[in-house]
């Protein structure tokens, strides 16, 4: 069993930075794959960017690409997305998952543990 809870959410205006951290319970985190995931109302949840257990492949989609980093300290049970150049359409819910199963990184029937969201609003 995992907890996630994240934090740095926030409000920015357009062009500005935020970085989101993850931080996990439990004495396994180095062993899953972590994603990040965003929601607006409406909308059905999309892939951000994950990062694998090592930490030695990252995945990006195309919308972030460039601007987002997703990295992770696994000794301190924590996984990061810094954002950068940030755009109103980044406007949602973020929210960190953690999978123990092999698949699709992009796929968000990959992950089995979610945190509670963080919101996070860009200005124009």
């Known amino acids: 069993q995992v907890q996630l809870v994240e934090s740095g959410g926030g409000l920015v205006q357009a062009g500005g930075s935020l970085r989101l951290s993850c931080t996990a319970s439990?004495?396994?985190?180095?062993?899953?794959?972590m994603g990040w995931f965003r929601q607006v109302p409406g909308k059905e949840r999309e892939f951000v960017a994950a990062?694998?257990?090592?930490?030695?492949?990252?995945y990006y989609a195309d919308s972030v690409k460039g601007r987002f980093t997703i990295a992770r300290d696994n000794a301190k049970n924590t996984v990061y997305l810094q954002m950068n150049t940030l755009k109103p359409e980044d406007t949602a819910v973020y929210y960190c998952?953690?999978?123990?199963?092999?698949?699709?990184?992009?796929?968000?029937?990959?992950?089995?543990?979610w945190g509670q969201g963080t919101q996070v609003t860009v200005s124009s």
């Open positions: 439990g004495r396994t985190f180095s062993s899953y794959d």
């Open positions: 998952a953690a999978s123990s199963r092999t698949g699709n990184f992009f796929a968000i029937v990959k992950y089995n543990y």
């Open positions: 990062i694998s257990w090592r930490g030695g492949a990252t």
